[in-house]
Nanobody, 126 residues
Framework: QVQLEETGGGLVPAGGSLTLSCAAS????????MAWFRQAPGQEREIVTY????????YYVDSVKGRFTISRVNGKNTVYLQMTRLSPEDTAVYYC???????????????????WGQGTQVTVSS
């Protein structure tokens, strides 16, 4: 059974930094593209960033470009999200997602990912 476990959420002041981690376990296949989504209260889940199965291709939503960095360690089936210069608008539950396709390039769409973590809360105080 595939499980994704996110860690690293918390409360941080505006301008601060936080790093999220997501470890995938129970895989019987090579890990595909991985992504971070977020969902603020009353809003739909939105893409933040994704990284392809090789780790060479990344995508960032405009609002986080230059502030967030996604990376992965394939040998550990782990993906990281380094977040800097955080603002209150970044407050949300952050979800890690994994594609079931081993050689996937990634996608900004929720439906492209079969496996999801339980989410971790990130709160940025003003």
């Amino acid at each position: 059974q595939v499980q994704l476990e996110e860690t690293g959420g918390g409360l941080v002041p505006a301008g601060g930094s936080l790093t999220l981690s997501c470890a995938a376990s129970g895989l019987t296949f090579n890990a595909g593209a991985m992504a971070w989504f977020r969902q603020a209260p009353g809003q739909e889940r939105e893409i933040v960033t994704y990284i392809d199965s090789t780790g060479r291709k990344t995508y960032y939503v405009d609002s986080v470009k230059g502030r967030f960095t996604i990376s992965r360690v394939n040998g550990k089936n782990t993906v990281y999200l380094q977040m800097t210069r955080l603002s209150p608008e970044d407050t949300a539950v952050y979800y890690c997602a994994l594609s079931q396709y081993a050689n996937s390039e990634g996608s900004p769409f929720v439906t492209a990912y079969r496996f999801w973590g339980q989410g971790t809360q990130v709160t940025v105080s003003s």
